[in-house]
């Protein structure tokens, strides 16, 4: 598709009344991908770290035609670390009647010079968190995308998967079950958690894991989830020894995840009860699906899930450029 003629679009920063017209702009450029209001205003507008000037809205005769989102960490996401060096880029798109001009580079320039200006020196794509609007960039669905970014000097850190099950019928397997009982003798404990237990099981998600993890944990419940969206294990010693949920992102009930279990612990077969007792919460709820945004494909995680009857949707390539 040929550039509109006429003035070149303007690249300036987000101001209220932009959100309508960019959200529309959006789901015209990424149809794979279409955002409502509600996440827009949560995963954006709303994340501590948001600031109105690294939203750069390209705009023309009074509509926006593209933006660039990039971020820098204002708020720690847990102690006092700022990540001074580092600066994000979460989200890019040019309105397709406006392609083929160069805009997306002029975004991209803009947000990455914003970047620049704060001191980020390295930028990732698109691996933010607490509010990453997708793992990373998924090259099959934007090949024009990727070509941008690698010509700006962005090149591939690692692959993160989407993946899916059906829950139609699910039953947890008759090994799983026989293992659980084994395990269940040996003194392990499955269940979901009390109040008390929450305190060890969100020390586990932030030092085993994530700090991200734990605040996926408080925001879930503190928004009204029941515990048992939680199946907690813990070890004969009484400590916390893994953990899975369902629902823990924006109320969406068939999203499955956060899921660890103790990396001491691992190779023990706690994952697969941990993730059958999940889904068959899931499925009890009427759930006809499971699915989670994020994993490494060939990572013990990945493998289970794949056992597990899990199918790969998406490959997501995480990007990462130096900004200096």
């Not at 450029?29 to 501590?48: G, K, M, W, Y």
């Not at 939680?230 to 916390?240: K, N, S």
């Not at 007792?277 to 945004?293: D, F, K, P, Q, V």
């Amino acid at each position: 598709m040929s550039t509109t003629a006429g003035p070149r679009p303007v690249l300036r920063p987000f101001r209220p009344g932009d959100g309508p017209p960019l959200l529309a702009a959006w789901c015209r450029s990424a149809p794979e991908d279409p955002i409502s209001a509600a996440r827009f205003r949560t995963q954006v507008l709303l994340d501590p770290n948001f600031d109105p000037e690294g939203l750069r809205v390209a705009a023309l005769g009074g509509q926006v035609v593209g933006a660039a989102y990039a971020v820098r960490r204002r708020t720690p996401l847990a102690g006092t670390d700022l990540e001074p060096e580092n600066g994000w880029l979460l989200f890019f798109f040019v309105d397709p009647a406006h392609r083929r001009g160069g805009l997306g580079r002029r975004l991209l320039t803009d947000a990455l010079q914003w970047l620049r200006g704060h001191g980020r020196t390295r930028v990732c794509f698109a691996a933010y968190a607490p509010h990453y609007v997708l793992p990373g960039l998924d090259r099959a669905a934007y090949p024009e995308a990727a070509r941008l970014l690698a010509g700006l000097g962005f090149r591939p850190r690692y692959e993160a998967v989407a993946m899916h099950r059906g829950l139609v019928g699910h039953r947890v397997p008759e090994a799983v079950r026989q293992h659980e009982e084994t395990l269940v003798a040996r003194g392990f404990r499955f269940g979901t958690p009390s109040d008390d237990e929450l305190v060890d099981l969100l020390h586990l998600a932030t030092g085993e894991f994530t700090p991200d993890w734990a605040r996926a944990v408080r925001q879930c419940l503190a928004g009204g989830a029941p515990l048992d969206r939680i199946v907690l294990a813990r070890a004969p010693d009484g400590r916390a020894a893994g953990f899975a949920l369902h629902g823990a992102y924006d109320g969406m009930v068939e999203r499955f995840g956060p899921f660890g279990v103790r990396g001491a612990l691992r190779g023990a077969g706690l994952g697969k009860v941990l993730l059958h007792r999940t889904l068959e919460r899931m499925r009890a709820l009427g759930a006809h699906g499971a699915w989670l945004l994020w994993t490494g494909e060939d990572t013990p995680a990945g493998h289970l899930y794949r056992r597990s009857g899990f199918t790969t949707t998406r490959t997501f390539t995480v990007l990462e450029r130096d900004a200096g």
